[in-house]
C-alpha cells in the first residue's frame, strides 16, 4: 500500500496548495502544481521498542534541530543556505536513518509512531503556516515564502510540543493559535514565539529571613493551588470541555468573536472571546460525538452552523438563536451511493430495521465549504455528498449531488475562482492520491479533471511504501480516525472501564482509587 | 493523612463497579419501596469513579428532553402515552429545580434542606450507581412514610430527587443556562496528587460551565475537611470573573450553611473526628458588558 494522503489543505492568495503523507508535508503552487518545498517531521522514538531509541536521540523529538528545517527541492535563484554542503549530508543521513527507524516501527505491531501530521492550517494572509503532528503533540509554525522573497523555502519557527495529543487548532486573528488537547483544554498561544521552550524562571532560593517567613507561606499556599498545565512557553488557558475536544472553530462577526467547541460527548459549547469565562450557549442535538463545525461564509450574516460527527445525520443550527434549523439525514444519500457501507455484516444477519436507530456504520469523517453549499464526507465510504441551498429555498440545504471517488475521502481542500476541489483518496488500486474536480456552474455539477495540480501532486508526493503488516495501523491511526471516536457499551455493563484518554490516564485513574482507598 | 473526606471505602473494594452480590441484591429486592429506611451497607461501592470514563450513563440530551415528572411526580403531571418528551415538557414550565446538590453522596444535604426550603425543588447528583440507588430508596421511603402517616416532620419529599450522572461532562445536558438558584459541592473528593488536579470537581473550566448553570445572584457553596483542596476551589472560583467570594456577614444566618456542615454525612463524620471544616461561597456575578 502507497500512503495516501491524510491532509490536503488550500491558500487561494498565495496560490498554494499543501499535502501531508504520513509525517511529510509537501508544498505546490496551486496553479502550476510546481513542487516548491517538502518537509518531514521528526520520527519518534517507539516506546514499544526498545532498540528504536539510538536513532531517534540524533534527532530528539520534538525539539526541532537544524534537520527540522523546510528543504527546497532545487529553488532556482534562491541564496544557498549558509553551509549547504554540511546540511544536505545531514538530511541525507536523517532521510537514511528516518528509513531505518522507520522499518523498525512499522515492523512492530505497536507501531504508529511514525508522528503522521494531523492537520494543516494557514494564517488567512497565507504568510504562516501552523501544522499539529501525532505522536510528538506538537504545533509547529512555519513563516511562508511568497511574492519576492519567495524561493521555495518554509522556515520552522517554532516548536511547541503540548503534553498531550493535540485534538484541533485554529488560527485567530493571524497572531493567535488556540490549541485544545485531548483531555479537553483549550490554549491560546501565540502565534510567534521563535524559542520553542521559555523555560519557567526557577525560584531562586534565598535565606529566608523571619520577616519573609510569613509571605513564603502563602506563596507556598498559592503554588499548591496552581495548576501545572505542563507548557514551557507562553500560554494562555481559553476553555476546557471533561471530554475529548475534537473540534476549534472561531467565528467573528463585527467586532464580536465566538468560539464554537465540540467534543466526544456529544455537546457543542459556544464561548465568548476574549472572555472565554462566558459560555454563551451549548446546542445539544447530537447522540454522537462532534467531530465537525463549519460556518458556511456564503451566509452572510453567518448565521449557520454546521455540525457532524458520530451520528448518521448532519444538524445546520441557528446558533445565535440556539436553535436547530435543519436536521439532515444522511443515510438514504449512502444507501444510494455506496450500499456496501450500511449492508448488514453477514447474510442472514437481520436487517437492523430499528425504526428511529441510528445507522452505526455512517460517520462524517468532514464538512468543507464550496461556494453556496456544503460537501459532506463519509469516512469508509468513495463519496462526497453536495449540499446546496436554490434559489427557491435559499434557507435550507438540500442534497444536490453525489460525487463518485475512486478511493475513499480523506480530504478536501476547495481553492480558485472556477471553484475548484482537490480531493485525496484512499485509493489503493489506481494509485491515485488525489483527484481534481471543477464546478460546472451550467450544469450545476461537479466534474472530475485532470489538471496541472492533481497531476503533479500525484506524481510529486513522495511514494511512502507502507508494509503490509502495517496497513491496520496505518488505517486506524492516520487515514481513518474518526469512528474511533464512538462509545461502545456491551449489554448491561455499567462502565466502560477504559479512559477514552487512553491506557495511561487509565492506570493513573486506578491508582489514585487504590490510594484513596488506603488513605 | 488522618482526616480525609474520601468517601467510606467499600467492604467489596475489588469488585468491578456496578458488580453486586447476592446478598446485597437479594436485599434490595425485598426492601424496594419499603417504607423503612435502607441500610447504607448493601449499597457500598468502590470510593472513586473516574470522572473522564465512558459511564453507561443515561442522561437527556437537552434539558427540553428531561422528564421532570418521574422525579417530581406532586409537582409535575406524568407524561401521557401520546406525548413526546419535548410536548410534554413544555408543559411543565411552572417549576424548576433550583437546587442541586453535586456528588450528594448518600443524600444528607437534600434530605435535611428539603423540609427547610419546601416550595422549592432540589436534586442531588451522584456518579457512583449504588449509592444513586440507596438516595433513591431512601427517598422513596420518606415519601411512604409521610403518606402513611409516619413522618417524623410532616415533611412529604415531594421536593427532593436524586439523579445519576457525571456533573463534570453532563450538567448542561439537565439544565438550562441560569436555571439553578444554589449548587453544592460538599466534601468533594480531594484528588491529592497535583498531576490529578485537573480532576477536581472544581476547576477554571468546570468554573466556567457552572457559571453558566447558574442565575447572577445564585450561590455556589463549597465546604471540605482538607485545607489544600479548600485553598484550591476558594482560589479558583476567587479567579474567575463571574465569581464573588461571599464574607462571612452575608453568609449569617444561612440555612444552606448550616446543613451542609452539620447534616451530610461527610460533615457529620468529620464532627465526630473532631476535624475542621472549610467554608467558602461565591455569588454569581451578572456577565460583563458585551456591545459590537
Ligand atoms: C466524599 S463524597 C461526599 C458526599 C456528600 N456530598 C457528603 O458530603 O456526605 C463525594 C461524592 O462525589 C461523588 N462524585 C465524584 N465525582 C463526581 C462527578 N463527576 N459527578 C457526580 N458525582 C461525583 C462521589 O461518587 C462521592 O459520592
Given at each position: 500500500m502507497i500512503h495516501p494522503i491524510q491532509r490536503i489543505h488550500a491558500h487561494d492568495s498565495s496560490d498554494r496548495i499543501y499535502t501531508a503523507t504520513s509525517n511529510t508535508l509537501h508544498v505546490f503552487r496551486a496553479s502550476t502544481g510546481e513542487l516548491l518545498s517538502t518537509w518531514t517531521a521528526p520520527l519518534v522514538p517507539n516506546p514499544n521498542v526498545p532498540n528504536s531509541q539510538p536513532v531517534a536521540a540524533s534527532t530528539p523529538a520534538p525539539e526541532p534541530t537544524s534537520t527540522d528545517q523546510a528543504q527546497s527541492p532545487a529553488p532556482p535563484g534562491s541564496p544557498?543556505?549558509?553551509?549547504?554542503?554540511?546540511?544536505?549530508?545531514?538530511l541525507a543521513d536523517q532521510q537514511g536513518e528516518n528509513k531505518k527507524l522507520r522499518s523498525s516501527k512499522w515492523t512492530n505491531t505497536q507501531g504508529g509512531c511514525n508522528n503522521a501530521i494531523a492537520k494543516i492550517q494557514t494564517t488567512e494572509d497565507g504568510r504562516w503556516l501552523v501544522v499539529a503532528t501525532m505522536e510528538d503533540k506538537a504545533i509547529r509554525v512555519f513563516k511562508v515564502s511568497v511574492g519576492e522573497e519567495e524561493g521555495g523555502l518554509l522556515e520552522c519557527l517554532s516548536t511547541r510540543a503540548l503534553p498531550k495529543r493535540v485534538g484541533d487548532f485554529a488560527i485567530l486573528n493571524t497572531d493567535t493559535i488556540l490549541a485544545g488537547d485531548k483531555h479537553g483544554d483549550v490554549f491560546a498561544l501565540?502565534?510567534?514565539?521563535?524559542?520553542?521552550?521559555?523555560?519557567?524562571?526557577?525560584?531562586?532560593?534565598?535565606?529566608?529571613?523571619?520577616?519573609?517567613?510569613?509571605?513564603?507561606?502563602?506563596?507556598?499556599?498559592?503554588?499548591?493551588?496552581?495548576?501545572?498545565?505542563?507548557?514551557p512557553f507562553t500560554h494562555r488557558f481559553v476553555l476546557g470541555h471533561v471530554s475529548m475536544l475534537l473540534r476549534i472553530l472561531p467565528i467573528a462577526i463585527g467586532k464580536k468573536t465566538w468560539i464554537v467547541t465540540g467534543d466526544r460527548d456529544e455537546h457543542i459549547r459556544v464561548t465568548r472571546w476574549p472572555q472565554s469565562f462566558v459560555i454563551e450557549s451549548f446546542l445539544l442535538g447530537h447522540e454522537g460525538f462532534v467531530s465537525s463545525l463549519l460556518c458556511p461564509s456564503w451566509r452572510t450574516e453567518k448565521d449557520w452552523l454546521v455540525s457532524a460527527g458520530g451520528d448518521d445525520y448532519i444538524i445546520v443550527w441557528k446558533w445565535r438563536e440556539g436553535k436547530i434549523g435543519q436536521k439532515l439525514p444522511l443515510k438514504e444519500a449512502v444507501d444510494a451511493a455506496y450500499p456496501a457501507l450500511?449492508?448488514?455484516?453477514?447474510?442472514?444477519?437481520?436487517?437492523?430495521?430499528?425504526?428511529?436507530?441510528?445507522?452505526?456504520?455512517?460517520?462524517?469523517?468532514?464538512?468543507w465549504e464550496v461556494p453556496g453549499g456544503i460537501m459532506v464526507g463519509i469516512e469508509h465510504a468513495p463519496i462526497l455528498l453536495f449540499f446546496t441551498t436554490t434559489p427557491e429555498n435559499p434557507d435550507t440545504l438540500t442534497l444536490t449531488s453525489t460525487i463518485n471517488l475512486p478511493g475513499n475521502i480523506l480530504d478536501v481542500a476547495v481553492f480558485g475562482s472556477e471553484p475548484r476541489m482537490l480531493v485525496s483518496v484512499d485509493a489503493a488500486e489506481s494509485k491515485e492520491l488525489v483527484t481534481a474536480w471543477k464546478f460546472d456552474s451550467g450544469a450545476k455539477e461537479w466534474v472530475s479533471v485532470e489538471d496541472d495540480i492533481s497531476k503533479k501532486v500525484n506524481g510529486e508526493v513522495t511514494k511512502v511504501e507502507v508494509p503490509d503488516d502495517m496497513h491496520d495501523i496505518v488505517k486506524s491511526n492516520v487515514l481513518y480516525t474518526v469512528a474511533t471516536l464512538r462509545k461502545t457499551f456491551r449489554e448491561g455493563e455499567d462502565t466502560r472501564n477504559r479512559d477514552p484518554r487512553g491506557k495511561e490516564a487509565e492506570e493513573e485513574q486506578q491508582q489514585e482509587g487504590e490510594d484513596a482507598m488506603k488513605e | 493523612m488522618t482526616s480525609t473526606s474520601a468517601c467510606p471505602a467499600p467492604s467489596t473494594a475489588g469488585a468491578p463497579a456496578g458488580g453486586r452480590t447476592g446478598k446485597r441484591k437479594e436485599y434490595r429486592i425485598v426492601r424496594k419501596g419499603d417504607v423503612k429506611l435502607p441500610k447504607k451497607k448493601f449499597y457500598r461501592q468502590r470510593a472513586h469513579a473516574n470522572p473522564f470514563s465512558d459511564h453507561n450513563l443515561e442522561y437527556p440530551h437537552s434539558p427540553d428532553?428531561?422528564?421532570?415528572?418521574?422525579?417530581?411526580?406532586?409537582?409535575?403531571?406524568?407524561?401521557?402515552?401520546?406525548?413526546?418528551?419535548?410536548?410534554?415538557?413544555?408543559?411543565?414550565?411552572?417549576?424548576?429545580?433550583?437546587?442541586?446538590?453535586?456528588?450528594?453522596?448518600?443524600?444528607?444535604?437534600?434530605?435535611?434542606?428539603?423540609?427547610k426550603l419546601p416550595d422549592t425543588l432540589m436534586l442531588g447528583m451522584e456518579i457512583r450507581q449504588q449509592v444513586t440507588e440507596y438516595v433513591e430508596e431512601r427517598i422513596i421511603a420518606l415519601r411512604r412514610q409521610y403518606e402513611e402517616g409516619e413522618s417524623e416532620n410532616g415533611h412529604n419529599y415531594q421536593n427532593i430527587s436524586v439523579i445519576r450522572g457525571n456533573a463534570?461532562?453532563?450538567?448542561?445536558?439537565?439544565?438550562?443556562?441560569?436555571?439553578?438558584?444554589?449548587?453544592?459541592?460538599?466534601?468533594?473528593d480531594p484528588h491529592f496528587k497535583a498531576r490529578k488536579h485537573k480532576a477536581r470537581i472544581i476547576s477554571p473550566g468546570l468554573a466556567s460551565e457552572y457559571a453558566y448553570i447558574v442565575k447572577p445572584g445564585g450561590i455556589i457553596y463549597t465546604i471540605t475537611d482538607v485545607e489544600d483542596l479548600h485553598n484550591w476551589m476558594a482560589r479558583h472560583l476567587e479567579d474567575h470573573p463571574?465569581?464573588?467570594?461571599?464574607?462571612?456577614?452575608?453568609?449569617?444566618?444561612?440555612?444552606?450553611?448550616?446543613?451542609?456542615?452539620?447534616?451530610?454525612?461527610e460533615g457529620k463524620k468529620v464532627t465526630r473526628n473532631n476535624g475542621n471544616k472549610f467554608v467558602a461561597c461565591f455569588r454569581r456575578r451578572e456577565d460583563p458588558e458585551w456591545s459590537d
Amino acid at each position: 500500500m502507497i500512503h495516501p494522503i491524510q491532509r490536503i489543505h488550500a491558500h487561494d492568495s498565495s496560490d498554494r496548495i499543501y499535502t501531508a503523507t504520513s509525517n511529510t508535508l509537501h508544498v505546490f503552487r496551486a496553479s502550476t502544481g510546481e513542487l516548491l518545498s517538502t518537509w518531514t517531521a521528526p520520527l519518534v522514538p517507539n516506546p514499544n521498542v526498545p532498540n528504536s531509541q539510538p536513532v531517534a536521540a540524533s534527532t530528539p523529538a520534538p525539539e526541532p534541530t537544524s534537520t527540522d528545517q523546510a528543504q527546497s527541492p532545487a529553488p532556482p535563484g534562491s541564496p544557498a543556505p549558509p553551509a549547504a554542503g554540511s546540511k544536505k549530508r545531514k538530511l541525507a543521513d536523517q532521510q537514511g536513518e528516518n528509513k531505518k527507524l522507520r522499518s523498525s516501527k512499522w515492523t512492530n505491531t505497536q507501531g504508529g509512531c511514525n508522528n503522521a501530521i494531523a492537520k494543516i492550517q494557514t494564517t488567512e494572509d497565507g504568510r504562516w503556516l501552523v501544522v499539529a503532528t501525532m505522536e510528538d503533540k506538537a504545533i509547529r509554525v512555519f513563516k511562508v515564502s511568497v511574492g519576492e522573497e519567495e524561493g521555495g523555502l518554509l522556515e520552522c519557527l517554532s516548536t511547541r510540543a503540548l503534553p498531550k495529543r493535540v485534538g484541533d487548532f485554529a488560527i485567530l486573528n493571524t497572531d493567535t493559535i488556540l490549541a485544545g488537547d485531548k483531555h479537553g483544554d483549550v490554549f491560546a498561544l501565540p502565534l510567534q514565539e521563535r524559542s520553542s521552550s521559555i523555560p519557567k524562571p526557577a525560584p531562586t532560593p534565598h535565606a529566608l529571613i523571619p520577616a519573609d517567613v510569613r509571605e513564603a507561606a502563602a506563596a507556598e499556599k498559592r503554588k499548591r493551588t496552581e495548576i501545572d498545565y505542563a507548557l514551557p512557553f507562553t500560554h494562555r488557558f481559553v476553555l476546557g470541555h471533561v471530554s475529548m475536544l475534537l473540534r476549534i472553530l472561531p467565528i467573528a462577526i463585527g467586532k464580536k468573536t465566538w468560539i464554537v467547541t465540540g467534543d466526544r460527548d456529544e455537546h457543542i459549547r459556544v464561548t465568548r472571546w476574549p472572555q472565554s469565562f462566558v459560555i454563551e450557549s451549548f446546542l445539544l442535538g447530537h447522540e454522537g460525538f462532534v467531530s465537525s463545525l463549519l460556518c458556511p461564509s456564503w451566509r452572510t450574516e453567518k448565521d449557520w452552523l454546521v455540525s457532524a460527527g458520530g451520528d448518521d445525520y448532519i444538524i445546520v443550527w441557528k446558533w445565535r438563536e440556539g436553535k436547530i434549523g435543519q436536521k439532515l439525514p444522511l443515510k438514504e444519500a449512502v444507501d444510494a451511493a455506496y450500499p456496501a457501507l450500511t449492508a448488514p455484516e453477514t447474510e442472514d444477519a437481520p436487517e437492523t430495521g430499528d425504526e428511529g436507530k441510528q445507522n452505526d456504520k455512517i460517520v462524517v469523517n468532514g464538512l468543507w465549504e464550496v461556494p453556496g453549499g456544503i460537501m459532506v464526507g463519509i469516512e469508509h465510504a468513495p463519496i462526497l455528498l453536495f449540499f446546496t441551498t436554490t434559489p427557491e429555498n435559499p434557507d435550507t440545504l438540500t442534497l444536490t449531488s453525489t460525487i463518485n471517488l475512486p478511493g475513499n475521502i480523506l480530504d478536501v481542500a476547495v481553492f480558485g475562482s472556477e471553484p475548484r476541489m482537490l480531493v485525496s483518496v484512499d485509493a489503493a488500486e489506481s494509485k491515485e492520491l488525489v483527484t481534481a474536480w471543477k464546478f460546472d456552474s451550467g450544469a450545476k455539477e461537479w466534474v472530475s479533471v485532470e489538471d496541472d495540480i492533481s497531476k503533479k501532486v500525484n506524481g510529486e508526493v513522495t511514494k511512502v511504501e507502507v508494509p503490509d503488516d502495517m496497513h491496520d495501523i496505518v488505517k486506524s491511526n492516520v487515514l481513518y480516525t474518526v469512528a474511533t471516536l464512538r462509545k461502545t457499551f456491551r449489554e448491561g455493563e455499567d462502565t466502560r472501564n477504559r479512559d477514552p484518554r487512553g491506557k495511561e490516564a487509565e492506570e493513573e485513574q486506578q491508582q489514585e482509587g487504590e490510594d484513596a482507598m488506603k488513605e | 493523612m488522618t482526616s480525609t473526606s474520601a468517601c467510606p471505602a467499600p467492604s467489596t473494594a475489588g469488585a468491578p463497579a456496578g458488580g453486586r452480590t447476592g446478598k446485597r441484591k437479594e436485599y434490595r429486592i425485598v426492601r424496594k419501596g419499603d417504607v423503612k429506611l435502607p441500610k447504607k451497607k448493601f449499597y457500598r461501592q468502590r470510593a472513586h469513579a473516574n470522572p473522564f470514563s465512558d459511564h453507561n450513563l443515561e442522561y437527556p440530551h437537552s434539558p427540553d428532553q428531561m422528564d421532570w415528572s418521574t422525579h417530581f411526580p406532586a409537582f409535575f403531571p406524568p407524561r401521557n402515552e401520546s406525548e413526546t418528551t419535548a410536548e410534554h415538557s413544555s408543559t411543565q414550565l411552572q417549576k424548576q429545580v433550583e437546587i442541586a446538590d453535586i456528588g450528594c453522596g448518600f443524600g444528607g444535604l437534600i434530605v435535611s434542606l428539603g423540609p427547610k426550603l419546601p416550595d422549592t425543588l432540589m436534586l442531588g447528583m451522584e456518579i457512583r450507581q449504588q449509592v444513586t440507588e440507596y438516595v433513591e430508596e431512601r427517598i422513596i421511603a420518606l415519601r411512604r412514610q409521610y403518606e402513611e402517616g409516619e413522618s417524623e416532620n410532616g415533611h412529604n419529599y415531594q421536593n427532593i430527587s436524586v439523579i445519576r450522572g457525571n456533573a463534570m461532562k453532563f450538567l448542561p445536558n439537565m439544565f438550562h443556562k441560569g436555571q439553578l438558584r444554589k449548587m453544592f459541592f460538599c466534601f468533594p473528593d480531594p484528588h491529592f496528587k497535583a498531576r490529578k488536579h485537573k480532576a477536581r470537581i472544581i476547576s477554571p473550566g468546570l468554573a466556567s460551565e457552572y457559571a453558566y448553570i447558574v442565575k447572577p445572584g445564585g450561590i455556589i457553596y463549597t465546604i471540605t475537611d482538607v485545607e489544600d483542596l479548600h485553598n484550591w476551589m476558594a482560589r479558583h472560583l476567587e479567579d474567575h470573573p463571574l465569581f464573588d467570594r461571599m464574607t462571612p456577614e452575608e453568609l449569617e444566618g444561612d440555612v444552606c450553611v448550616e446543613t451542609m456542615m452539620g447534616d451530610t454525612e461527610e460533615g457529620k463524620k468529620v464532627t465526630r473526628n473532631n476535624g475542621n471544616k472549610f467554608v467558602a461561597c461565591f455569588r454569581r456575578r451578572e456577565d460583563p458588558e458585551w456591545s459590537d
